[in-house]
């Protein structure tokens, strides 16, 4: 990401983002509900379009060289968007379709299985809990085996179980070369998986450093935890 701006209107949401995160990576995009971070991930998914800057996955623009870029990425979004009228396997075999895949169906079994999905696999996607779309979403994102993984708030309205078995599997993905990107308010989460953590503030970055400099570098009576150092930055900025 070079110098990314994205207005809307008199609204600056994005106010010139620089950033690389390195291949193989697992990144942390942090910062309070406002601070540019679905607007980013929507601009690099290609969903949105920088007013200024650039963009590029591996080497494709997501602009000028948009479909290799998507088929490099896989996103995993906020919001529950689902199609209603299909049962979880056949959502997957769809999106695998979207990417020209055939035949993908062994991918598929192992995804469902490490996302605990493979009991709902002929389940109506409109039967599922809010955890369970959840999940199909991360499912989706994969299925394609996109070098490249973003992830915007994947665990929200996910139990605590659950949250453990995707975490493992992201991990597997991340130590097979995937890279990771994440977006999370839950912060330990960052401060367990994440190597690097880049904080975003009204569209600008504040701070982006390794998660142990970041910890070692606020200095207090106490071991500090990620909490500790964004709060504390948040205020300073």
């Not at 995160?21 to 309070?32: A, S, T």
């Not at 007013?51 to 995993?76: C, E, H, I, P, Q």
Request: charged fraction near 25%.
């Amino acid at each position: 990401m070079r110098g990314v701006e994205k207005r809307y209107g008199a609204l600056q949401a994005l106010a010139g983002v620089s950033l690389e995160v390195r291949q193989g990576e697992f990144f942390g995009l942090l910062g309070p509900n406002g601070a540019g971070k679905t607007t980013l991930i929507s601009i690099i998914a290609g969903l949105g379009r920088a007013s200024a800057g650039s963009v590029s996955v591996m080497g494709a623009d997501v602009v000028a060289d948009y479909r290799r870029a998507r088929r490099l990425l896989g996103v995993v979004p906020q919001e529950l968007v689902f199609d209603p009228f299909f049962t979880v396997r056949e959502t997957l075999r769809i999106q695998s379709g979207y990417f020209g895949l055939r035949g993908n169906d062994v991918w598929i079994d192992e995804v469902m299985h490490h996302l605990d999905l493979t009991a709902k696999a002929d389940a109506n996607m409109r039967s599922l809990s809010g955890g369970m779309k959840r999940r199909v979403l991360v499912a989706q994102a994969l299925v394609h085996k996109p070098p490249v993984i973003v992830l915007d708030e994947p665990t929200a309205g996910v139990d605590v179980e659950l949250r453990q078995g995707l975490w493992q599997f992201v991990r597997r993905l991340n130590r097979d070369g995937h890279t990771v990107v994440l977006t999370t308010h839950y912060l330990e989460e960052a401060e367990e998986h994440c190597e690097r953590i880049a904080m975003l503030k009204a569209g600008r970055i504040v701070a982006l450093d390794s998660t142990k400099n970041l910890l070692a570098n606020f200095a207090g009576p106490h071991p500090a935890d990620l909490e500790d150092v964004f709060l504390h930055i948040m205020q300073r900025h």
